[in-house]
């Protein structure tokens, strides 16, 4: 465990720059549109619009991140769930995922206590709360359905993608869901999808309201979606052959999972020959 975090603690601490992006771009945004001093709140008087100015913000900030340099170097995982999810497929060691997962909460809570000091009385408005995600007046059990299905679309959607020929466009597609989401399925839960996202508003603003939602949900519905297209490819093949079925970055000696890179590898045959040799049972 020592040596991996040695080698790897550069991507380690880009996993956790990348929630602070997450958080302070969700913050930045609820702050311009819903807070009383800005007057935007004023100005643009229909609740769905914001939301939808607010979606796009966010959207364009996971795109960035997604595509900037420091994000293609870890994988630009942003979520606990979805590094569980690719654990299960092999994708990244235990080790790796266990620290992953550790610099995404710290980054997290770390980033939102540093805007409680740089700007409290915005940060914690009503009308912004911390950006804090609780269930909709739906109630609990439509906040759970709501955010399991669509942390299983977001990763299946990210699997079918990166193993095709549009692989280059799979963060503009997780940007564009993401858009989508905080528009139409916000109001029910908040749109988490995210237990690190989650976490990074209710430490310092106290709010708890159902959080074991966002812990269980997205990791629930993203691990179906991995195993679901695992059990499809294997029906389809017999055995895994290709990076079709996530062979693990230290099997590549790589300290995570590049999707461009290894599909582009893929077509000009440079992968590693004894990928071939590796089947999954």
Known sequence: MIETFKRNWKSYLIEAWTLGMLMGAICLFVILMEHPSVGLNQKITSAFLRRLLIALGVGITVCLVIYSKWGTKSGAHMNPAFTLANYQLNRIS?????????FQCLGAVLFMYLLKWLAFDFIEHPNVTYAATVPGHQGIAVAFVAEAILAFVLFGTVLIISNSKLATYTGYAVGFLVFLFIVFEAPLSGMSINPARSLGSAIPSHIWTS??????APVGGMQLAAYLYRRWYLSQTGECRSIDCFMSGKQHQNAVYYVTQWFEKKQTGELDTHVNKIADN
């Open 94 to 102: 235990l080790t790796d995922a266990v620290f992953y997962i550790i």
């Open 211 to 216: 959080f074991w939602v966002y812990l269980v």
